[in-house]
């Protein structure tokens, strides 16, 4: 049986969870509203102030999807109730981000600045010049946005220039020796 799956959910008040046809589960809540359509073959049941999940059969789909629909149902509840976010750090000489309204405005020592627009849903904060903070309801959607400011300038190894995740460490490499 699946650990993850068989724990109930809590729902904190001010929250609503409502099932409709083909399992598609929304979640109410004051940071916004998510809508997710899960597996049919899982059952999702609302009772009182807990969501529980539960397979029909112990056949493998069934036992993978148990567990994933159980914490994609808990991160949207804690989305709508407390957000997501994740933090990046922008190093290197001459580096820099700047917002300006929707835009997010990177330097990153190419020869023209890239720009990325805030997608519907998520936010972007500069604290700073070289910290940037992305932040949603939907954790799918905070992951992949800040996964995309990553690769404009991935972090490279030897002096460490590139944007990074806060928590992130970066393998460092001995550069070149000097021939006697």
């Known amino acids: 049986m699946s650990r993850i799956g068989k724990m109930p959910i809590a729902i ?22 998510l809508e997710r359509v899960f597996p ?23 036992r993978s999807l148990h567990g994933l629909s159980r914490t994609l149902l808990n991160n949207m509840v804690v989305g709508v109730t407390e957000g997501f976010e994740k933090k990046l750090e922008v190093n290197g000489v001459g580096y ?26 998520i936010e972007t904060v500069v604290e700073g010049q070289n910290v940037i903070i992305v932040k949603g309801c939907d954790k799918e959607k905070v992951g992949q946005f800040a996964a995309e400011i990553r690769d404009k300038r991935r972090p490279e190894p030897y002096k460490g220039k590139g944007i990074k995740y806060a928590d992130e460490t970066i393998r460092r490499k001995v550069g070149k020796t000097g021939k006697k």
């Open 12 to 33: 904190p008040t001010g929250v609503t969870v409502s099932v409709a046809e083909n399992n598609k589960v929304t979640v109410k809540g004051p940071k916004g509203t």
């Open 40 to 62: 049919a073959e899982m059952e999702i049941k609302v009772e009182g102030a807990e969501a529980t999940v539960s397979r029909p059969n112990d056949l493998k789909r069934n």
């Open 96 to 121: 820099r981000a700047a917002k300006q309204g929707k835009t997010l405005t990177l330097t990153l020592g190419y020869s023209h600045p890239v720009e990325m627009t805030d997608p519907e849903g």
